[in-house]
């Protein structure tokens, strides 16, 4: 009798995030707050502006950022106010360049969108997660003493692999 063989499945690549290119200087800004409030077992990541959370690792989505960035200006964003994220503090970001852009991608990747990358996004920059939710409002009464909001550029697209915590990064598209 001979055994039926099958095919191996094939697995499926981890997921890729989005996220978006900020002024250098603003962007070490928030990693030097990251590194100092964020758990260190828990810290695998620098400051980002996540974009979408799980795309599939298909060319179309290269193809799609590229295409998008080389139309795309750098914009100014605004961090706005630091916000409660419960077990977390971040900054919330604004610009009307954000959602229009969000928008237009999920119109175009909708099919292959996560629930959560369907989702409008509120966009802001994590600098601590996963702590009790009395230190997450003791520093953001801290860090609400002197803050004032502050603008920065929005330079581009920056592309990583999701690995079960830490993210590869693959490359950036950089706006006009």
Known sequence: MEQAHTMPREEARPPL?????????VQE???EL??????????????????FHAL???PGIREELQRVARQQPSFDAVAEQ?????????FKIVAPALPALHQQLQKHWHDALTNQDRQKRNFHITIQNKVEPARAKALQA???????PFSFAV????????LGG??????SYDFL
Not at 82 to 89: A, D, R
């Open 166 to 171: 830490p993210w590869e990064y693959l490359e």
């Open 155 to 162: 330079t581009g697209f920056r592309l990583w692999r999701y």
């Open 29 to 31: 800004y928030f990693n």
């Open 82 to 90: 630091i916000v409660s994220l419960g077990y977390g503090t971040a």
């Open 142 to 148: 801290e860090l609400g003493h002197a803050f004032k």
């Open 34 to 51: 990251r590194r100092t409030y964020f758990p260190p077992e828990r810290n695998y990541l620098d400051a980002h502006l996540t974009l």
């Open 56 to 58: 599939p690792d298909e």
């Open 17 to 25: 995030v989005a996220t978006l290119s900020i002024d250098p200087s």
